[in-house]
């Protein structure tokens, strides 16, 4: 069971990934049809700096649940190295606590941001108004989804550590060694 909802995280996330990867493939075409029509005098598709902040932001989010599942957060391993098997396995828990803590405490402060704007119907000041809650609602979504992976996470590793399977734990949630990266 604990095998399988890993596997299932990995691939949802995995599918983030490459939908992120579109969505940064467009905003860059957009963004050179753009520069190039301007270069050539044939006017402008018009709001490709408003919209490729919202990517950026959007993808920033949602992007931060795959590097973790992808063990690509920094993290200083100068003690953990020096360690036993049992202080390197404390040592990762405790770091995907925190971290599950610090996204659930940011994701809960993310709500009021998106919440005053869905009250105030707040849009954009800029020439294409765009309703801010669509592209603070996924910049939300984003951390939601950094929250749940986080939280998953913390939870297969316990379960990996009470299952006495160190190998695992290591592997979902250890520092990917020199090799591997």
């Not at 860059?28 to 490709?48: C, E, K, N, Q, Y």
């Not at 063990?71 to 953990?80: F, P, Q």
């Not at 309703?131 to 590793?157: D, E, H, K």
Request: glycine letters at 10%; proline letters at 2%.
């Amino acid at each position: 069971m604990i095998d399988q909802t890993y596997g299932a995280l990995r691939r949802a996330n995995q599918i983030v990934a490459l939908i992120l990867g579109v969505v940064l493939l467009l905003t860059v075409a957009f963004i050179l049809t753009d520069v190039v029509m301007r270069g050539f005098s044939l006017g402008s598709l018009g709001g490709s700096d408003e919209i490729s902040g919202y990517v950026m932001a959007a993808v920033a989010s949602w992007g931060l649940g795959c590097a973790l599942i992808q063990r690509a957060h920094v993290r200083i391993d100068i003690i953990r190295h020096r360690l036993a098997d049992t202080g390197r396995a404390a040592m990762d828990i405790f770091a995907m606590i925190v971290t599950t803590g610090t996204v659930l405490l940011i994701a809960y402060h993310c709500w009021p941001v998106l919440e005053k704007t869905l009250e105030r119907g707040s849009r954009a000041n800029t020439s294409l108004e765009t309703p801010l809650w669509i592209p603070q609602g996924i910049w939300f979504a984003g951390w939601l989804w950094f929250a749940l992976t986080a939280t998953v996470l913390s939870l297969i590793a316990i379960a990996y550590l009470a299952a006495h399977r160190r190998d695992a734990l290591e592997g979902a949630i250890g520092i990917g060694s020199e090799v591997e990266e």
